[in-house]
């Protein structure tokens, strides 16, 4: 099952604009991750941020988190044509206090016309 | 290149037979994870290993699936008797995992299953 729900689905703009791609979930976490993946690709880890961080920074990304709405979002600025990918949102269970495997959502498809 | 592999990156099968993929994870990574994605949805979990134990498995794995991690490095997946439902693409990935959950999981490319 997955926990993850994306928002939008589908997302297009323009170079040069900022994506911002939402993830809510349902349990409580030890962390959340983001990836992105090209068109038949595998994932490239984009970002972790652990359950006591509010705000990370990477780059081009800005990620938050709100456990008490148990949302995330992912800001890309100044999006760039190859920045076109799918992107998802995983969490990381706090029943495993090891930590574990990951559920994924659905994922944002983002499309960046140049 | 130090990151996940994958073997092989297609492969094409009839219903029925049996097929095995390999995953390489990074050296230095104790954890080893499986997950399967269908098109248009994101990965769903599979089972994952600490060193050579297999700590959890899906109730998506049926009994049609086994893996394996002899001595904690590369890990197999084998699929027995193939149903054209288990099309998808199979991905690996591998993490750090002795201090507490904060480990970033890294992919390899996937194998991708194609059953006729």
């Known amino acids: 099952s997955q926990q993850g729900e994306e928002d939008p689905q589908a997302l297009s703009i323009q170079e040069g604009e900022n994506a911002t791609m939402n993830c809510s979930y349902k349990?409580?976490?030890?962390?959340l991750q983001w990836y992105r993946q090209n068109s038949g690709r595998g994932l490239v880890h984009l970002i972790l941020?652990?359950?006591?961080?509010r705000e990370k920074h990477s780059g081009r990304l800005r990620v938050t988190l709100d456990t008490s709405k148990k949302s995330s979002s992912l800001l890309i600025t100044a999006s760039r044509a190859a920045d076109t990918a799918s992107y998802f949102c995983?969490?990381?269970?706090?029943?495993?206090?090891?930590?574990?495997?990951?559920?994924f959502g659905q994922g944002t498809e983002l499309s960046v016309k140049p | 290149d130090t990151g996940v592999s994958q073997n092989p990156r297609h492969k094409i099968t009839k219903r029925g037979q049996n097929v095995t993929f390999r995953c390489d994870p990074i050296?230095?990574?104790?954890?080893l994870y499986w997950y399967r994605q269908t098109l248009g949805q994101g990965p769903e979990f599979l089972t994952y290993?600490?060193?050579?134990?297999?700590?959890?498995k899906s109730r998506l794995l049926s009994d049609r699936f086994s893996a394996e991690r002899p001595k904690g490095s590369f890990s197999t997946l084998e699929i027995q008797r193939t149903e054209q439902g288990d099309s998808a693409m199979y991905l690996c990935?591998?993490?750090?995992?002795?201090?507490?959950?904060?480990?970033?999981?890294?992919f390899g490319p996937g194998t991708r299953l194609t059953v006729t």
């Open positions: 990935a591998s993490s750090l995992g002795t201090g507490g959950p904060y480990y970033e999981q890294y």
């Open positions: 349990t409580s976490i030890n962390n």
């Open positions: 941020i652990r359950s006591n961080e």
């Open positions: 995983a969490t990381d269970e706090a029943l495993y206090n090891q930590g574990g495997k990951l559920i």
């Open positions: 050296s230095e990574h104790n954890r």
């Open positions: 290993f600490q060193n050579e134990a297999q700590l959890e």
